[in-house]
């Protein structure tokens, strides 16, 4: 799963902070990667861990101009773990793996700057 980054947008309206808390974002580590050549835009088809109770999930990220899929193997990303899936072509993606845009609107992958336990959730 992934959406169109917007560089330079203005702030979003202000949410209450139950709204925040109904956004589940977890840390995982990605256990598999693959290119995604059925995709309209650039992607790879990730597996992510999110331990227990959520299990490995799938997501489909447009990461492609920064990461190769053999260098994202046990590399830790933090994604959205409660939107409902996703058909990108022929794949079903699971998780809205997060991110954020370079000076040329590229992804960035949202990450802890040190090792956490999989299903950590973001607060």
Request: no cysteine.
């Amino acid at each position: 799963m992934h959406l169109t980054p917007e560089k330079g947008a203005p702030p979003a309206p202000e949410i209450e902070f139950d709204q925040f808390l109904a956004v589940d974002i977890r840390i995982g580590t990605i256990i598999a990667a693959e290119d995604f050549p059925e995709a309209r835009k650039p992607a790879i088809k990730l597996r992510i861990d999110f331990g227990d109770p959520i299990g490995v999930r799938k997501s489909s990220a447009q990461i492609t101009r920064h990461y190769e899929p053999e260098t994202l193997i046990g590399r830790q990303v933090a994604a959205v773990v409660n939107f409902p899936p996703r058909q990108i072509g022929p794949f079903m993606s699971e998780v809205l793996t997060l991110g954020v845009p370079d000076g040329d609107g590229e992804v960035v992958l949202f990450a802890p700057d040190q090792p956490v336990a999989n299903g950590s959730r973001i607060f």
